[in-house]
């Protein structure tokens, strides 16, 4: 048998060099997965965190489940301006009826004053308004289109809330062209 010398100065014999090659190759495999393992678990939370994010409001607080500018509202305009074609003009316009509500219901939310079923009446009737407003700036293609759109998300809260209470009310009717 032959013999060889290891890194440390001992002698081995040939026919163990593999078998000592083959747990280094494992032993060193191993630290590198665990390595890279606890890099990741260390690395993701602090990846994770936006520190320009808002904190996230307190659990538990019935209130919005999106707020302010660049929320849910932005997404509406965004999905009505390409659902609907809008034009840049009617943009600036829904932009505003959505501010408007957003401030009223605001305001609603953090008056403490008024009982939380009238609290949900009164934001169905500002939801309501502002979607007239929207409704009236439209073409009347684009009304088909709203009325359309109107009735699927109706549709997908009653299925999402299981059907209870009584249906929302409809849509108007839209208006007689007029005769000329």
Do not use: C, Y
């Given at each position: ?21 083959t747990?280094?190759r494992?032993?060193?495999?191993q ?133 209870d ?16």
């Amino acid at each position: 048998m032959s013999t060889g010398e290891t890194l440390s100065g001992e002698m081995i014999l040939e026919s163990e060099s593999p078998m000592m090659m083959t747990m280094f190759r494992k032993t060193v495999l191993q630290v590198a997965v665990f390595s890279i393992g606890t890099v990741a678990l260390v690395a993701l939370p602090v990846m994770a965190q936006d520190p320009a994010a808002p904190p996230p409001p307190p659990q538990g607080q019935g209130g919005p489940r999106h707020s302010g500018p660049g929320g849910m509202r932005g997404n509406q305009v965004e999905f009505l301006t390409k659902q609907l074609n809008l034009t840049p003009d009617q943009v600036t316009q829904v932009k505003a009826i959505d501010e408007d509500a957003w401030k009223q219901m605001k305001a609603l939310r953090e008056d403490t004053s008024t009982a939380q079923d009238d609290k949900r009446t009164k934001m169905m009737d500002i939801r309501k308004t502002s979607q007239d407003k929207i409704r009236a700036l439209l073409t009347a293609d684009q009304q088909t289109k709203f009325d359309a759109l109107q009735a699927q998300m109706r549709e997908h809260r009653r299925s999402r809330d299981g059907g209870d209470g009584p249906p929302p009310p409809q849509p108007p009717p839209p208006p007689a062209a007029p005769q000329q």
